[in-house]
């Protein structure tokens, strides 16, 4: 029943390709018109491994790499991104240029003997200008003005008609404690340009790591490449194998039944040949998508050949000389490191918030008046005298000269009683930051486990290969063996078959051993540069 079963399943595909074809022959032609150019937009669409042969070097690669791959396109744009952000941070302590002008006209109804007439009306004219601006340093801010107006009235008993009085006033005001060395403002500044080195180091992360994918598959590809090789060479000796056994058939010296076994043989490595195949399509297209920079890329649809081979002679390992250089140069270090100085900017500010608000403000005034004056004599001032004429320069004159000064200098003094919340905040910080360092040394020791592992591995992986090289030697010797022996009569064709099975798989493995190392110096050089993972070490808000 399941050999019906499996004829069955074989046959169903022809049958509808049959029924398919035949239902093709009564199709109008227009569907044959869409199918060609369905077909035809296929063959437009870029396939990769479909364009020229384009040899590859390493170096290449890598280059390629930084040029074009997306991770790191990406990652380029962060600091950049941080920088406009800092821009607008620092914004807070650009000068701020401010100005009025206005004109206001007012009536109002005489309430008094002293307002000059039954309504009292008033023309006023203002032309001000100032400037402030808060000072990075010493967190202080400081802020001047110079304010102009202009008054006309109908009431009798004003001495300057029109009025024009001009004013002169700057003011300081800087902390002495609280915001005197940080303050909300300088806090994001420092954390935010901390941020803009802890970017730069996570672009260098994603190239490090981006050129460490790109030499594991570019290894990848030439192990696929040689394994393919050596498949190759398997299904020829099985077919060789199966030609001699059909030639010793014809001429009687063999029974026809031997050589069904051959042919199985062959069968099973053209299975794992295919297999090779496509194991050499999926390796190069994990290459392609680390070193082009979108389907567009010539080395999107072209066949890669990689050029260059491993070398089985690594140098001499240090392993406390690149113990000292993974603890300098780990860009997770360098990470951690740096988001401890962030949590010693905060550290910093919530200090500063359980400091006394203790600010010094003073300031300087200038005041000027001018105008028309009129003088008065008499009880009350009710004969006006001969007008004396004058202006506006009458008010800038006694401002430059100072007759009117007015100044003040004060100190205001803020503390709660008791303990705030910005002590049990700064309290509570200080312990996380001992976490923190705590932290930070845990990471250094995993970062020498990881180091010291890996050398391990290198040195392990050596002695793999020499094993290796001596078990396919003797592979080979042993299969040339048997084939002598079974042309000769002395052996079995079960024999010639095993003999050939365990050459590929010494083959296999030696090739496995050899890209093992490839990788494991990949893996040495990167883990003394960088780790998979951006993770750091905790932020103290």
Same mark, same amino acid.
């Given at each position: 029943?399941?050999?019906?079963?499996?004829?069955?399943?074989?046959?169903?595909?022809?049958?509808?390709?049959?029924?398919?074809?035949?239902?093709?022959?009564?199709?109008?032609?227009?569907?044959?018109?869409?199918?060609?150019?369905?077909?035809?937009?296929?063959?437009?669409?870029?396939?990769?491994?479909?364009?020229?042969?384009?040899?590859?070097?390493?170096?290449?690669?890598?280059?390629?790499?930084?040029?074009?791959?997306?991770?790191?396109?990406?990652?380029?744009?962060?600091?950049?991104?941080?920088?406009?952000?800092?821009?607008?941070?620092?914004?807070?302590?650009?000068?701020?240029?401010?100005?009025?002008?206005?004109?206001?006209?007012?009536?109002?109804?005489?309430?008094?003997?002293?307002?000059?007439?039954?309504?009292?009306?008033?023309?006023?004219?203002?032309?001000?200008?100032?400037?402030?601006q808060a000072i990075q340093w010493g967190g202080g801010s400081? +802020?001047?003005?110079?304010?102009?107006?202009?008054?006309?009235?109908?009431?009798?008993?004003?001495?300057?008609?029109?009025?024009?009085?001009?004013?002169?006033?700057?003011?300081?005001?800087?902390?002495?404690?609280?915001?005197?060395?940080?303050?909300?403002?300088?806090?994001?500044?420092?954390?935010?340009?901390?941020?803009?080195?802890?970017?730069?180091?996570?672009?260098?992360?994603?190239?490090?790591?981006?050129?460490?994918?790109?030499?594991?598959?570019?290894?990848?590809?030439?192990?696929?490449?040689?394994?393919?090789?050596?498949?190759?060479?398997?299904?020829?000796?099985?077919?060789?194998?199966?030609?001699?056994?059909?030639?010793?058939?014809?001429?009687?010296?063999?029974?026809?039944?031997?050589?069904?076994?051959?042919?199985?043989?062959?069968?099973?490595?053209?299975?794992?040949?295919?297999?090779?195949?496509?194991?050499?399509?999926?390796?190069?297209?994990?290459?392609? +998508?680390?070193?082009?920079?979108?389907?567009?890329?010539?080395?999107?649809?072209?066949?890669?050949?990689?050029?260059?081979?491993?070398?089985?002679?690594?140098?001499?390992?240090?392993?406390?000389?690149?113990?000292?250089?993974?603890?300098?140069?780990?860009?997770?270090?360098?990470?951690?490191?740096?988001?401890?100085?962030?949590?010693?900017?905060?550290?910093?500010?919530?200090?500063?918030?359980?400091?006394?608000?203790?600010?010094?403000?003073?300031?300087?005034?200038?005041?000027?008046?001018?105008?028309?004056?009129?003088?008065?004599?008499?009880?009350?001032?009710?004969?006006?005298?001969?007008?004396?004429?004058?202006?506006?320069?009458?008010?800038?004159?006694?401002?430059?000269?100072?007759?009117?000064?007015?100044?003040?200098?004060?100190?205001?003094?803020?503390?709660?009683?008791?303990?705030?919340?910005?002590?049990?905040?700064?309290?509570?910080?200080?312990?996380?930051?001992?976490?923190?360092?705590?932290?930070?040394?845990?990471?250094?020791?995993?970062?020498?486990?990881?180091?010291?592992?890996?050398?391990?591995?290198?040195?392990?992986?050596e002695r793999r290969i020499e094993a290796a090289i001596a078990?396919?030697?003797?592979?080979?010797?042993q299969m040339a063996a048997e084939q002598s022996r079974f042309?000769?009569?002395?052996?079995? +064709?079960?024999?010639?078959? +095993?003999?050939?099975?365990?050459?590929?798989?010494?083959?296999?493995?030696?090739?496995?051993?050899?890209?093992?190392?490839?990788?494991?110096?990949?893996?040495?050089?990167?883990?003394?540069?960088?780790?998979?993972?951006?993770?750091?070490?905790?932020?103290?808000?």
């Open positions: 029943m399941r050999i019906l079963r499996h004829r069955f399943l074989i046959g169903l595909p022809a049958f509808v390709l049959a029924a398919a074809t035949a239902g093709a022959q009564t199709t109008d032609s227009g569907i044959t018109d869409l199918l060609a150019q369905a077909t035809a937009r296929l063959n437009a669409i870029q396939t990769p491994g479909t364009g020229p042969n384009a040899d590859l070097t390493l170096e290449d690669a890598i280059a390629r790499a930084l040029e074009r791959n997306l991770d790191i396109a990406v990652e380029r744009l962060n600091p950049q991104v941080i920088d406009l952000s800092l821009a607008q941070q620092l914004s807070v302590y650009r000068p701020t240029l401010s100005s009025t002008f206005g004109n206001n006209s007012r009536t109002n109804p005489s309430s008094t003997q002293l307002d000059g007439g039954e309504a009292v009306v008033s023309d006023t004219s203002t032309f001000n200008g100032g400037i402030d400081y +802020q001047v003005n110079f304010n102009n107006n202009r008054t006309a009235t109908n009431n009798l008993f004003s001495s300057f008609n029109p009025s024009y009085r001009s004013t002169f006033q700057a003011s300081y005001t800087q902390p002495l404690l609280r915001g005197f060395s940080i303050d909300s403002n300088r806090q994001q500044i420092q954390v935010t340009r901390i941020n803009r080195d802890i970017a730069d180091i996570d672009l260098r992360q994603t190239m490090t790591n981006t050129v460490s994918s790109v030499r594991n598959a570019y290894w990848d590809l030439v192990y696929a490449n040689q394994t393919l090789a050596v498949q190759q060479q398997a299904l020829e000796l099985a077919e060789s194998l199966v030609r001699d056994n059909q030639a010793r058939v014809e001429i009687g010296t063999l029974a026809p039944l031997e050589i069904v076994q051959a042919q199985s043989e062959a069968a099973a490595r053209r299975q794992t040949l295919a297999q090779a195949q496509q194991n050499l399509a999926t390796t190069e297209l994990v290459l392609k +998508q680390l070193i082009v920079g979108g389907t567009d890329d010539e080395f999107w649809t072209a066949t890669l050949n990689p050029v260059d081979l491993p070398t089985l002679d690594p140098e001499p390992i240090d392993l406390q000389a690149v113990i000292r250089a993974a603890l300098d140069e780990r860009t997770d270090l360098a990470r951690s490191r740096r988001q401890l100085d962030i949590n010693n900017v905060n550290l910093s500010s919530m200090r500063n918030n359980t400091l006394p608000s203790v600010d010094l403000v003073g300031s300087y005034q200038l005041q000027g008046q001018g105008g028309t004056r009129f003088e008065r004599s008499g009880l009350g001032g009710g004969i006006i005298g001969t007008p004396i004429p004058g202006g506006i320069t009458d008010a800038f004159n006694q401002l430059f000269d100072a007759a009117f000064p007015v100044w003040s200098l004060q100190l205001n003094v803020s503390y709660p009683l008791g303990q705030s919340a910005a002590d049990a905040a700064y309290a509570r910080a200080r312990i996380q930051v001992q976490q923190v360092q705590a932290q930070l040394r845990q990471l250094e020791l995993q970062v020498a486990t990881e180091v010291t592992t890996a050398v391990v591995q290198v040195q392990a992986i078990a396919r030697e003797l592979a080979q010797e042309e000769a009569g002395l052996s079995t +064709q079960f024999f010639v078959v +095993q003999a050939q099975r365990d050459l590929a798989t010494a083959q296999d493995t030696e090739l496995r051993a050899i890209l093992d190392q490839q990788k494991a110096l990949v893996e040495l050089d990167r883990v003394q540069r960088t780790s998979l993972s951006g993770a750091g070490i905790s932020i103290v808000q």
